[in-house]
């Protein structure tokens, strides 16, 4: 009876659940090679100080998990972690955290997606689950309320993302965590699928792949989760809500057009990569905007849940159904491959999605391949502005077969292997995101000291730079402020755990900012900096923290638990070996203008790092200081 589908594990009654107030602080701890559990308590203390989701995964990694261990190792562990916001019902709070130590970048990974796995093993009545060890064989874990349950996965390996979630079974009480081939496989950017939401980045997926396990299937919906002052948060959730609705980018233009309706003002800004980042922007890039395809492609919601902004997409493409690629993906499979036909990129889409594969990467790794072909370092057949062998490639890279297992490797293992490393477009071994740093000078500072790699969701800069346009994308000044200010905020809005997107609303509709007028925020955000970070309203965040746990925190104590996890996550990558060198651009960014540049504009990068340096209180190597390490309460090992 192996392939029994896990339906019948669920006998839930709906009505007159338990409650959980707040959080069950109760995180299981399994090994897969003496295919045992524990349960770990959180303390209050870790609590407030790494608040959830990424980061109490990572002081909880920190606690276990020796530096310099192979992240293919058994020693290796991943978390999956909701946060305080899930299942409370607060507006987009259906996201969750995994954290692991990437074999990609060989430095610590987190990622983040609105599957219903976070759902179900927090209404399974689980804050956490961190998994260790090695299976011998392929296994897969039911998680209940009751504990763990260990199973023969012999039946599901070798079957794509969404087939194993098929054969897993539906139940609406249910959700699944599973990789594709590409786990199986080990692709360095192999990513975990959850419904089809994706953690994407740092091959999490090959990690789940080293240890032998094809999937996690949580039952949820055995408790309730009710917020400690629940007066206190419906109040604080109406508002959310009423900014959220009343904020156009939030309410019109994600709903509407997903996150492709960036497409246009990147292109506009000249930012939108074009042909390996060679240049940033192009005349066909309309056919990949939002707008363009709401139009043609008949597109309806599917959205993490809950969710009130609704930016997830599905259109028909071909006569078929598929996901609608987000943003990223439409810059860096589309235009950064001369490629401008949505269809095609919608079922190379699909095809990453099935296998398992983080697209971002895929993209980066096609691009260095078609031009480290161009220029005669490799044989290859792709080239850019062709589709031909593009999905083949995606298919050998997932399975490992010919050349494209080294694909599968990034393109940073690539180019030191055969030369072009100039332009093998990554930062720590992590391929960019779609947005060009020489366009938007606090983007470029962002990308080179992300804790993860060339991260776009680390500190969102570009935003200001180039949607709202109220900083100066080709100015220094204060972009170091910013980038910390934000990246701070980011680290506890992930650990909340909340979409990103919230922050265009709750922080732009307060009536202060609202109603100041552009040329007022461009002055107050543009040099006057150090009072603007002191005065955004993040306020929805705390109170929605206190009103959820009952523990009272502060704007700033919720910042400084931003800074806390920021630069614990700094501190592990120091004991890996990241170093100021680390700290950098691909050369194509820092030495060659863009082809739409008149002017030939590089990331003027030397002299916003060291601000940078300066006021996060890290050491001339790039280390957090002692001071600082203190001052966070983070025990130096
Ligand atoms: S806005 Fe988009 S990314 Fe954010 S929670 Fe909703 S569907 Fe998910």
């Not at 606690?63 to 409370?88: C, H, Q, W, Y």
């Not at 610590?108 to 759902?119: E, L, N, Q, Y």
């Not at 269809?343 to 594969?357: K, P, S, T």
Request: with cysteine; aromatic share 10%; net charge positive.
């Amino acid at each position: 009876m192996a392939e029994t589908k896990e339906k019948e594990v669920s006998n839930v009654k709906e009505k007159n659940l338990p409650e959980i107030i707040g959080t069950s602080n109760k995180v299981l701890e399994v090994d897969l090679t003496a295919r045992t559990y524990t349960v770990y308590q959180v303390t209050d203390e870790e609590r407030k100080m790494y608040l959830g989701g990424k980061g109490l995964g990572l002081k909880l990694i920190y606690d276990r998990m020796p530096a310099k261990i192979d992240p293919f190792s058994s020693e290796n562990i991943i978390a999956f972690m909701p946060g305080v916001l899930m299942g409370t019902g607060a507006p987009c709070s259906g996201r969750f955290s995994a954290v692991t130590k990437s074999p990609l970048t060989g430095i610590m990974d987190h990622a983040s997606c609105g599957g219903p796995f976070g759902m179900s093993l927090k209404t399974a009545g689980w804050d956490g689950l961190l998994v260790k060890g090695k299976s011998e064989t392929p296994v897969y874990l039911v998680i209940t309320s009751t504990g763990v349950e260990f199973k023969d996965a012999s039946h599901l390996w070798g079957k794509d993302a969404f087939e194993t979630q098929d054969l897993l079974g539906k139940n609406k009480n249910a959700g699944a965590a599973v990789i594709g081939q590409a786990g199986e496989n080990k692709v360095l950017f192999a990513n975990i699928v959850s419904g089809k939401r994706f953690l994407g980045r740092g091959g999490m997926g090959a990690v789940m792949g080293s240890k032998n396990l094809k999937a996690i299937y949580a039952v949820g919906g055995a408790y309730k989760i009710v917020a400690k002052d629940k007066e206190k948060f419906d109040k604080v959730k109406k508002l959310a809500t009423k900014r959220i609705n009343a904020n156009s980018v939030t309410s019109d233009m994600l709903r509407r057009f997903g996150t492709d309706n960036l497409v246009t003002y990147t292109n506009v800004a000249g930012i939108m990569p074009v042909r390996n980042f060679a240049s940033g922007s192009s005349d066909n890039a309309y056919k990949l905007s939002g707008e363009y395809i709401s139009e043609n492609f008949n597109t309806k919601h599917h959205t993490c849940k809950p969710c009130t902004i609704l930016c997830g997409k599905t259109g028909t493409f071909n006569g078929k159904q598929l996901s609608v690629p987000e943003y990223e993906t439409v810059g860096v499979m589309g235009s950064n491959l001369e490629i401008f036909d949505p269809v095609v990129i919608a079922e190379w889409n699909d095809l990453c999605g099935r296998f398992g594969m983080d697209t971002i990467s895929m993209g980066g790794t096609l691009a260095w391949v078609m031009e480290a072909g161009e220029k005669g370092l490799i044989k290859t057949d792709l080239k850019f502005g062709s589709t031909e062998g593009v999905a083949q490639a995606i298919e050998d890279t997932a399975c490992g077969r010919g050349f494209g297992q080294e694909m599968g490797k990034g393109s940073r293992a690539l180019s030191k292997k055969y030369g072009g490393e100039d332009f093998a477009i990554q930062v720590k071994g992590m391929e960019m995101a779609a947005y060009d740093p020489r366009g938007s000078y606090g983007v470029g500072l962002n990308y080179a000291v992300a804790n993860r790699g060339a991260c776009h969701l680390s500190s969102t800069v570009m935003a200001q730079e180039n949607f709202v346009h109220v900083l100066d994308p080709y100015s220094t000044i204060g972009k170091h402020v910013w980038v910390k200010f934000f990246e701070d905020f980011y680290c506890a809005m992930n650990s909340l755990h909340t979409c990103t997107f919230t922050s265009f609303a709750y922080i732009l509709e307060n009536p202060l900012t609202k109603f100041s007028g552009l040329f007022y925020l461009k002055i107050v955000m543009g040099y006057l900096y150090p009072v603007a970070t002191k005065i955004a309203d993040i306020s929805i965040y705390n109170k929605f923290w206190s009103t959820i746990t009952g523990m009272k925190m502060s704007r700033s104590e919720f910042l400084k638990a931003g800074e806390r996890i920021h630069i614990l996550e700094r501190y592990m990558n120091n004991r890996e070996g990241i170093t100021v060198k680390d700290d950098t651009l691909p050369g194509r960014l820092l030495k060659e203008g863009r082809k739409n540049d008149p002017k030939g504009r590089v990331v003027p990068l030397e002299k916003m790092l060291k601000n940078y340096y300066r006021i996060r209180s890290y050491d001339e190597n790039g280390k957090p200081t002692a001071g600082i390490m203190k001052k966070l309460s983070i025990d130096v090992r």
